[in-house]
């Protein structure tokens, strides 16, 4: 116990608690911009975190992540700009919610089961790192080959209409993720001699495009009207984000137990984790037609699972040193940097530091709420902006946005080619997310798949060798046959009743 | 319209005037190019070094990002900069690798070689279970067992670690892909998927093992340096133990397009040797484990010249090199 006072003592000092306020300010006002991302906001935070002392310099990096994290909603949901693959997930139903006049309500709820999750995750992360972190060691390529297969096949599940043109969205998306060097054996496909090729189509530029620009095209094809329905904020945010909690406490624990645990992978983090749950949540309600639609219930499930999943990638961090993401990379370079070497020693040589991280991951998932809640009353005033302003503001944002990710024109280019394929895509009724999706786990189904390849001597029933691999693999064998066993079962049974 | 009209005459005539006032040098903020993302060593190397010559050349600063294509992408961007020292760049050891790919036709040749900053020695790391005690061992193991049953990992399809393994491997006698290489995202993956039992060796930089080395659940065997390292004393070298004389490093550089006027270039050296032996710049590199190496100029670009003398012998023989 004097531990975690001792602990306590090297957070709740003025100075930073200061640092994290400021950095909770930063995160927000970074994240908040489209086309920024959080670990853009890391990476400008390291040489500041330079000249202070490693509990400060911890808590600025926790606490801007985290808020940036969920400030990348804002506009996902306000303007259909998600700020994370992972965020992607459930901006469909985000800002549907803010056409029907609920943006508060989307909002608040991204916000208040974001903070449940990374709540629920820094718990997990306190009491069962190691355990949870020696389970992570066990998987190698063939484990993770079979959760990328698990998180594609979500793309039949979210798909609002038919499978067959959920199947095509994904296939969009996977070819995208074809093009350039960064695959296994090192060859360039699709870059017509061009450097810029080389690099693929970086995932950023294409997201916005797919998403923001096609918005912003149909608004001028269809000259839409500025008449908005009006604001239904009749309970305030936090009451009803209550009522959902009373309506959805069985989603909001499984998005965080399976968004810690999927986290806590350094190959999947919370890009797979929140497809995964939201894929779960439409399987499991009662009222799957609703997604898609501004239902919260995804909402609910893959927000708490996105944040669950980001504490979880501390897990690894902490304990083996091990990043399972951008974010986590730069944290453990700072760590080192402070003499906190990540590894199983530092719960025992420096367990108030460690506890001070802790401490300082619940602060950061507190303070959230009502920084959340300011930043949602401002955000709000966006949307009564005429949309002949709107729009091409909108467009700037995506442009600044896509140029930032590398600083180069070639991702404004890549956004204005994505932005007329997903317009394309929606006019004929085909879903973007499962593109998103494709893109997203593309390269590691592949590199998964071909590494995988090469360690058994190509032998395909390497992939079931392993006891944890053979699992995944019969699971999501299963996933795709049975349903097709059942429907023939069905028909068959149609036919003789016919008969 | 008339907007994009406008901004681009006034950029014209700002770049106008800057060039009718041209001042001393430097007069402008200077952009460094990192070809690899942020938060990894390189960049973290490439921030640090930029904050200190900052506060010596008294103008910003900016370190972008420019990622993808193995780093071809980004190295590209430096050489292809007009050489007047506002475009430099961390130039990695993958300029020595990529043209012998046949991936561009950058070579160090295009490139203004102002300073190498740092320099990690590859090793030969194993997973703790395996059991080797020594690199004899393990050497002895993989020279009994028929080719290809051995796998080892720790950067792409002919990176850095690949050619390092197939460089030891052919010193020792051994055909070079006797050992299965199997590609991976960077260090920090094939020594996961090593613990996990994907693999068997890593052959990466002893510095990128060292959170799982003090978990003790990797083993470093040797380090492929001439002298042991200062961080690891007990890590004997190949040398020493199998008798092996190979050697492997990789560095990282500060870069200029080339053709850079040669006052430009002596005062860019000097504020990078200032920024090198600042104290904020060692400190750093030794509390993230990271090697530090000195060489600036000529000795400089002799380095990076005799690695690519190497790295094309073996990856020849490796059949990593295009055709």
Not at chain 1, 84 to 98: N, R
Not at chain 1, 113 to 120: D, K, P, V, Y
Not at chain 2, 179 to 199: E, I, K
Request: aromatic share 10%.
């Amino acid at each position: 116990m004097s531990i975690v006072i001792e602990a306590a003592n090297l957070v709740f000092q003025p100075y930073v608690l200061l640092v994290i306020f400021g950095a909770a300010a930063f995160g927000m006002f970074v994240g908040a911009i489209p086309g920024l991302t959080a670990t853009m906001a890391t990476a400008l935070l390291v040489p500041v975190t330079f000249f202070m002392d490693p509990v400060p310099a911890i808590a600025t990096i926790v606490t801007a992540t985290a808020m940036a994290i969920f400030a990348g909603d804002i506009p996902g949901t306000l303007l259909r700009m998600p700020g994370t693959p992972a965020s992607a997930a459930y901006v469909q139903d985000a800002y549907a919610m803010t056409q029907q006049g609920r943006p508060e309500a989307a909002l608040g709820a991204s916000l208040v089961f974001s903070s449940i999750g990374g709540i629920f995750g820094t718990l997990v992360l306190i009491t069962a790192s190691p355990v949870l972190a020696e389970i992570a060691l066990k998987f190698s390529s063939f484990e993770y080959f079979w959760l990328v297969v698990l998180g594609l096949s979500c793309a039949v599940f979210i798909s609002p209409g038919s499978p067959a043109r959920g199947l095509i969205a994904l296939f969009i998306g996977l070819f995208a993720a074809t093009v350039g060097l960064d695959n296994p054996a090192a060859v360039p496909r699709y870059t017509f001699g061009s450097v810029e090729m080389m690099g693929g189509v970086q995932f950023i530029p294409a997201m916005i495009g797919l998403f923001a620009v096609s918005e912003v095209i149909r608004a001028f094809i269809k000259r839409a009207s500025d008449v908005r329905p009006p604001s239904t904020s009749g309970k305030s945010i936090f009451r009803q984000q209550a009522t959902n909690l009373v309506t959805y406490p069985v989603q909001a624990l499984r998005g965080s137990v399976l968004g810690t645990a999927i986290g806590a992978l350094p190959g999947a983090g919370a890009d797979i984790a929140a497809w995964i749950s939201y894929a779960i949540s439409k399987k499991f309600s009662k009222t799957p037609e609703k997604f898609g639609k501004g239902h919260v219930e995804g909402l609910v499930e893959a927000g708490a699972s996105n944040n669950g999943a980001m504490s979880g990638a501390w897990i690894p961090a902490l304990v083996f040193g091990i990043p399972g993401d951008s974010i986590t990379a730069i944290v453990i370079g700072v760590l080192y940097i402070k003499g906190i070497n990540p590894g199983p020693m530092v719960f025992i040589t420096q367990p108030e530091m460690i506890y001070a991280v802790f401490i300082v991951f619940l602060l950061a998932n507190v303070i959230m709420l009502p920084l959340g809640w300011i930043a949602i009353k401002g955000a709000r005033h966006v949307l009564s902006i005429p949309q002949k302003v709107l729009m091409p503001v909108i467009l700037m944002f995506c442009m600044v946005g896509s140029f930032a990710i590398n600083n180069s024109v070639f991702g404004i280019g890549l956004m204005l080619f994505f932005g007329v394929i997903g317009f394309l895509m929606e006019e004929n009724d085909i879903p973007i997310a499962p593109a998103i999706l494709g893109l997203v786990l593309g390269p590691m189904l592949e590199q998964n798949f071909v590494t995988s390849m090469i360690k058994s001597d190509g032998s395909f029933l390497a992939f079931f060798e392993r006891p944890i691999a053979a699992g995944l693999g019969l699971f999501s064998i299963a996933i795709w046959t049975i349903p097709l066993v059942l429907w023939l079962l069905h028909r068959r049974s149609a036919r003789q009743s016919l008969s | 319209m008339h907007f994009i009209k406008t901004i681009v005459a006034v950029g014209g005539l700002m770049a106008m005037t800057g060039a009718a006032w041209a001042q001393e040098y430097p007069e402008r903020p200077i952009q460094m190019i990192v070809p690899w993302g942020a938060g990894g060593g390189t960049d973290a190397v490439g921030r640090l070094l930029g904050a200190e010559i900052q506060k010596e050349l008294g103008v910003p600063v900016n370190v972008v990002n420019r990622t993808g294509g193995s780093g071809v992408v980004g190295h590209s961007a430096i050489a292809n900069a007009d050489p007047d020292g506002y475009t430099i760049g961390i130039m990695t050891i993958e300029v020595d690798m990529m043209h012998w790919q046949g991936l561009t036709d950058l070579t160090y040749e295009d490139f203004d070689v102002l300073a190498i900053v740092n320099s990690d020695p590859g090793g030969v790391m194993v997973s703790a279970d395996a059991g080797y005690d020594s690199v004899e061992a393990l050497l002895e193991k993989i020279k009994s067992e028929p080719a290809g049953t051995f796998k080892a990992s720790g950067t792409g399809q002919g990176g850095i670690w690949h050619v390092g393994l197939a460089g030891w491997l052919l010193s020792e006698g051994l055909a070079p892909d006797h050992v299965t290489f199997v590609p991976s995202q960077g260090a920090a993956p094939g020594l996961t998927d090593m613990v996990a039992g994907g693999v068997d060796i890593v052959p990466s930089s002893l510095a990128e093992g060292r959170s799982m080395i003090d978990a003790k659940r990797v083993v470093p065997l040797a380090t492929m340096s001439p002298d042991r390292q200062d961080a690891f004393p007990d890590v004997p070298t190949l040398a020493e133990t199998t008798g092996s004389d190979w050697n492997v490093a990789v560095w990282r550089s500060v870069a200029a397009p080339a053709g850079l006027p040669e006052d430009v270039k002596v005062k860019l050296m000097d504020a990078i040797e200032t920024a090198y032996h600042s104290d904020a710049y060692q400190d750093f590199m030794k509390d993230r484990g990271f090697g530090l190496r000195w060489a600036k100029g000529d000795d400089a670009t002799a380095i990076v010249a005799a690695d690519d003398a190497v790295f094309g012998e073996v990856m020849t023989k490796a059949g990593l090199a295009a055709q």
